[in-house]
C-alpha cells in the first residue's frame, strides 16, 4: 500500500481530523462510525479510539487507503 504524506504543524493531530484532512470522510460523523466499527488501522493496528493522537512517522489505514503523519 501506498502511503500519502499529510503534513502537520502542530505537536499532534486526532485521528478523526486527520481522516477528514487526508480526504479518507467527509465529516467528523462519519469518521467517528468507521473508527469505533474497527474499520481503521493505525500502525497496523486497529484502533477504535477516534480522539487518538497521532505523531509524526504515525500510518493510519481504511478501506485500501493510507497516510503517513509528517
Known amino acids: ?3 500519502n504524506k499529510i503534513s502537520i504543524k502542530e505537536e499532534f493531530i486526532r485521528l478523526d481530523s486527520a481522516m477528514k484532512l487526508a480526504g479518507m470522510v467527509y465529516t467528523g460523523g462519519h469518521a467517528k462510525i468507521v473508527i469505533q466499527n ?3 488501522k493505525v500502525n497496523s493496528a486497529v ?5 487518538k493522537k497521532l505523531y509524526k512517522g504515525d ?3 481504511f478501506e485500501n487507503q493510507g497516510f503517513e503523519i509528517e
Open 1 to 3: 500500500m501506498e502511503f
Open 38 to 40: 474497527g474499520e481503521v
Open 47 to 51: 484502533c477504535t479510539m477516534r480522539g
Open 59 to 61: 500510518k493510519v489505514e
